[in-house]
């Protein structure tokens, strides 16, 4: 493997063509008040494999392909199994 930073995320949005909304959280320890703190971050990512909402996936980091996407997906981790029609007409 090289020495790219990879980042797992959670898929937010996949409306553009090629191109996915990954939201990466992480949480740690505050230095100095000792309590969990939670960040979260939202990053464009180019998509070749057709990713969909609640994928979990791991994005790799590339040269700048556009204004501000400079991520790839690399491997889908976990697939969303929700069906399309779930709760309709309920």
């Given at each position: 493997m090289n020495e790219r930073r990879r980042m797992t995320?959670?898929?937010?949005?996949?409306?553009?063509?090629?191109t996915v909304v990954v939201e990466i959280?992480?949480?740690?320890?505050?230095?100095?008040?000792?309590?969990?703190v939670h960040t979260s971050k939202s990053v464009k990512a180019h998509d070749e494999i057709g990713c969909r909402?609640?994928?979990k996936v791991q994005i790799?980091?590339?040269?700048?392909?556009?204004?501000?996407?400079?991520?790839?997906?690399?491997?889908?981790?976990?697939?969303?199994?929700r069906t399309e029609d779930a709760g309709v007409g309920e």
């Open positions: 995320g959670i898929v937010t949005s996949n409306k553009m063509m090629k959280t992480r949480s740690f320890r505050h230095p100095i008040y000792k309590k969990v909402i609640g994928d790799v980091e590339t040269r700048p392909l556009s204004k501000d996407k400079r991520w790839v997906v690399e491997t889908v981790l976990v697939t969303e199994s």
